[in-house]
């Protein structure tokens, strides 16, 4: 049985807390898409871990992870990454986590490449991480990427990586990076890496009677290459295609695709968000909800929840269940808006479909309910009933807008217990 968790707005939804709650009962976490871009924070046992590139899932000590085809890896930050956790009491993660050798290798190279194409678009900037993930997977798409299989090879790596530095030189001119200084780094990490690459689909013969696989979702569908909102997206296929294509899942064992729904909205970086509000009470939610990337620490943008975005991304991801997550936040509004609808810029109105041209979606006008706010404390709730009766409302209402898919799990805090699941 698989399931699947989902960012289903722009990211930082709280993807790491379910998938981390989830691993525990299961056997093997996947991840499928992105990079070290990622960022998932979780809390337990009052100790924050931050995952960029490592699956969440290895919070729980008997889940086995993969870092899957369809993600770029940075290798000097997954063994960042691994000593950081196991500094943190999670001492059998290096036991515990395999990587694709499909996978490609996100250099540093990539990264002075990425800053330079940011820059390159003056005034049009996509706001990336600067981890050089759309670099790594334009070189994929151009098949003159190197995949972590590779890296095993000397020769073959060296010259793709040599090749690789001269035609960005050749596109850039002198750019401020030393390829050798690269090469020499990776002849440590060749020893230090060949235990953890496998070839998946061995790997996941291996598990095949594993009772409960876990994929967990990086970035969102509205960073999707294809379905978000192009060019302001990430590189990676972010929404259930994704995830069936890198783990060669099969589609009739799919038994959970779970949507991770903000109770409001935030984007990090450049690009196209109607609900946002520049105002105090998008400044009330970025400060009450804590909205600092976790990866590069910039000031997440925020607004409201916007309904036509969830029914978007419930067409193309297939939700079985919700997870509302960062209720709690919203505890002190006297009133909480909801968008609808939006009115076109041709004076459509739509509940729907989002528009692909980034120029229309910048015009688009909102259409907002109001609905009342609980003001009260909704923090560690853990039963649905304790919830006071506009909180209640305010899911029932989501519920209802974005029909035939329920909320499942309800966030009411930033630990593994401030969840509500519902029968
Ligand atoms: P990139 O670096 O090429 O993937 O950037 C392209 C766009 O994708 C956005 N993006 C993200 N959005 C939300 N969260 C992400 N992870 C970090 C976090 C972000 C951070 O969890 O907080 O720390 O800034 C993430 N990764 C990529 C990015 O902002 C661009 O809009
Ligand atoms: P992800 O990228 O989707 O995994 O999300 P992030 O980890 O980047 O961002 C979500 C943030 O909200 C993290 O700091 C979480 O610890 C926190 N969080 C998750 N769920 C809740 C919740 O229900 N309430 C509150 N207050 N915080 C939450
Ligand atoms: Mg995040």
Not at 55 to 62: A, D, I, M, Y
Not at 88 to 105: E, P
Not at 295 to 307: P, V, Y
Request: net charge neutral; charged share 25%.
């Amino acid at each position: 049985m698989v399931s699947i968790v989902l960012g289903s707005q722009w990211g930082d939804e709280g993807k790491g807390k379910i998938t981390d709650m989830l691993s525990q009962q299961a056997t093997l976490c996947c991840r499928a898409a992105g990079g070290h871009n990622a960022g998932h924070t979780i809390v337990h046992d009052n100790v924050t871990y931050d995952f960029h590139i490592l699956p969440s899932g290895l919070v729980s000590p008997s889940c086995i992870n993969l870092i899957g085809a369809g993600t770029v890896v940075h290798v000097p930050s997954f063994f960042k990454e691994l000593a950081q956790i196991e500094t943190k009491g999670l001492t059998s993660a290096s036991k515990r986590i395999f990587i694709s050798d499909r996978a490609h290798v996100c250099f540093d190279l990539h990264s002075v490449v990425d800053g330079l194409e940011e820059a390159g678009l003056g005034g049009r900037k996509v706001g990336t991480t600067g981890k050089g993930i759309g670099p790594c997977y334009s070189d994929k798409a151009a098949r003159r990427g190197v995949r972590i299989g590779e890296i095993l090879d000397e020769v073959t790596f060296e010259r793709k990586l040599r090749t690789l530095d001269t035609s960005y030189r050749a596109r850039f001119g002198d750019i401020s990076y030393d390829v050798e200084e690269e090469i020499a780094r990776f002849k440590e990490y060749r020893t230090k890496l060949q235990p953890y690459i496998v070839d998946q689909l061995e790997f996941l013969q291996k598990h095949k009677d594993s009772p409960n696989t876990l994929v967990e979702g990086a970035n969102a569908l509205m960073l999707d290459l294809d379905h978000g909102t192009y060019p302001f997206v990430t590189s990676s296929s972010t929404g259930l295609g994704g995830a069936v294509q890198a783990l060669a899942l099969n589609p009739t064992s799919i038994k959970n695709v779970i949507g991770v729904l903000k109770a409001y909205t935030t984007r990090v970086g450049s690009g196209p968000f109607p609900s946002e509000q520049l105002n105090e009470d998008g400044d009330k939610l970025q400060k009450v909800g804590r909205e600092f990337g976790v990866t590069t620490g910039r000031r997440r943008r925020c607004g409201w929840l916007d309904l036509v975005l969830a029914r978007y991304s419930h067409a193309i991801n297939h939700y079985t269940a919700l997870n509302l997550t960062k209720l709690d936040v919203l505890d002190d509004f006297d009133e909480i808006k909801v968008g609808v609808a939006y009115i076109l810029p041709d004076g459509t109105r739509t509940t729907f479909t989002f528009p692909a041209d980034p120029n229309v979606v910048e015009k688009i006008q909102v259409e907002y309910a109001t609905l009342p706010g609980w003001k009260s404390n909704t923090m560690g709730v853990t039963r649905y009933e304790d919830l006071p009766p506009n909180a209640r409302a305010y899911i029932e209402f989501i519920e209802r807008e974005i029909g035939n898919v329920p909320v499942k799990w309800i966030g009411t805090g930033p630990a593994r217990e401030h969840m509500i699941a519902r029968e």
